[in-house]
C-alpha cells in the first residue's frame, strides 16, 4: 500500500509512473486526496474542541476551589457537550480513514524507473541469457508422455481424485520431486537463509499484507466455514511471521527460506499450453524471502536473481532473465525479474521464478519496520521462486531424454540416488 504522504507530495510523479503499469490513476488519486483533505480538517475541529475541553478541565477544578460552585457546574455542562461533540468527530474520523484505506488498496505499487516501458510479456526485456539448448531429434516427447512411458506421473488419477490440475507423482517422479526440494532447500541453506516451515492455511490479514487481498481473491482457495485462504506461495506465511513488528537495523536483512505445496485456481483454458505440468492448481516450490534495509533492497535484488540462476546454471538448464515491462508486473512488485527456461520438446520458453523488490509496499500492509536511529522506519521486502517444481521437471524431462534413458543432471544425482529414468 503506497503511504498517503508520497501521493500528497508527488502526487503528479506517483500518476506518471503508474501509467507505466497502464494504471490512469488521477481519478482515483483526487478521491483519496480529497478524503485526506476532510480527515486533516476533521481533525484539527477535533483538536480544537478538545484543547477546549482541557483547559475548561483546568478552570472547572479552580473555580471549585474557589468556590464558585454554580459556574463550575455550568463549565462541566459545556464541557459534555464538547466531549459529545468529539465522540462525533472521532467517529466520523474513523469513517473517513477507514474510506482512505479502502481506496488506497486499490492502487498498485509504483514501478521502479528502470522497469521498462509496455504492455505485455512481449514487451519484456531479455537481460542475459545462459546454458545450452540440447538439439534433440524427430522422436523427441513432451513431457507428458514422457511421464506416461516411464510411470512418473498420472494425470489421470489426479483427476480422478481431485480434478484437472491436481497430478499424481509416482516411482522415480515422486522421488524427483523430493530430491528438486531437498536440493532448492540445501543450496539456500549454503546461501545463508533460515528455513522455516511454515502453515498452507493463512487468515485474510494475512492475505491482505502481501496484498493477494483484495488483487487476487477469485485465484485463492478458500476455507469458507473457517475464513481462511490456502496460500498461492509461501511468502504470504513468511513474510506474515514479520507482520506488525518493529525490528533492529543489526536484525537486517532477513533472509528465510521455506518449501510448501502452492494453490491457484489459475483462470481455466486448454491446448498445449497449459498441457502436463505447464500450468496446475496444486504445485510444490521452494521460495526464498528477504526482509531489508531500503539502502540495500536493490542490491539485494540482484544477488537474489543471481542465485536463482546458479540454481538453474547447476541443473544444466537453458535459461533467460527477463526485466518484465510495466503492463506485465505483478500489482505489488516494483522490479521483477522473470527466470524462464528452455523446453526443448515443446520448443518454448517457460517462467520457472520470479524474483520481485515490494519496496515498502507490502511493509506499508504489514506495519513491519525496523529502528533506525531511534525512528521507526518501513522496511523493504523481496521474494523469488527458487524454484517452483512443475516446469523444472518439465524441462528437465525433455531436455534430458536419451536412447538410454532420461539423464539425471549431476547435481542431482547424490538426492535422486540415480542417474537415469528408464
Known sequence: MLPIQIIRDQTDEVVKKLKKKNVDARATIDRILALDQERRTTQAENDDLLAEANQLARSIGDLYKQGKAQEAEQMKTRSSELKEQSKTLSEKLD?????????????????????????????????????????????????????????????????KVTGAGFPVYQGKGARLQRALINFF??????????????????????????????????????????ELYVIPTAEVPLTNLWRDMVVETSQLPIRMVGYTPCFRREAG??????????????????????????????????????????LLQALELPY????????????????????????????????????????????????????????????????????????????????????????????????TRFEYVD
Open 95 to 159: 469513517t473517513i480513514e477507514q474510506s482512505i484505506r479502502d481506496v488506497l488498496v486499490e492502487l498498485p505499487n509504483l514501478p521502479h524507473d528502470s522497469v521498462p516501458e509496455g504492455k505485455t510479456p512481449e514487451d519484456n526485456v531479455v537481460v542475459r541469457e545462459g546454458g545450452k539448448t540440447p538439439e534433440l531429434g524427430d522422436n523427441a516427447m513432451p513431457h507428458w508422455e514422457l511421464a506416461e512411458k516411464y510411470r512418473l506421473i498420472d494425470f489421470g488419477l489426479g483427476n
Open 320 to 415: 533467460r532473465v527477463l526485466k518484465l515491462c510495466g503492463g506485465d508486473m505483478g500489482f505489488t512488485a516494483a522490479l521483477t525479474y522473470d527466470m524462464e527456461v528452455y523446453s526443448a520438446a515443446q520448443k518454448r520458453w517457460l517462467e520457472v521464478s520470479s524474483v520481485s523488490n515490494f519496496e515498502s509496499y507490502q511493509a506499508n500492509r504489514l506495519k513491519l519496520r525496523f529502528k533506525e536511529d531511534k525512528v521507526n522506519k518501513l522496511a523493504h521486502t523481496l521474494n523469488g521462486s527458487a524454484l517452483a517444481l512443475p516446469r523444472i521437471v518439465a524441462a528437465l524431462l525433455e531436455n534430458n531424454q536419451t536412447e538410454k534413458g532420461i539423464r539425471i543432471p549431476k547435481a542431482l544425482e547424490p538426492y
Open 269 to 310: 483454458s486448454y491446448g498445449k499450453d497449459v498441457r502436463g505440468l505447464n500450468r496446475l492448481h496444486q504445485f510444490d516450490k521452494v521460495e526464498i524471502v528477504q526482509i531489508s534495509h531500503p539502502d540495500q533492497s536493490y542490491e539485494i535484488l540482484e544477488k537474489m536473481a543471481s542465485y536463482v540462476e546458479g
Open 185 to 226: 532447500l540445501d543450496r539456500a541453506l549454503a546461501e545463508g537463509y533460515e528455513e522455516f516451515q511454515p502453515p498452507i492455511l493463512v487468515n485474510k490479514d494475512s492475505a491482505f499484507a502481501t496484498g493477494q487481498l483484495p488483487d487476487k481473491e477469485g485465484q485463492m482457495y478458500t476455507a469458507e466455514k473457517d
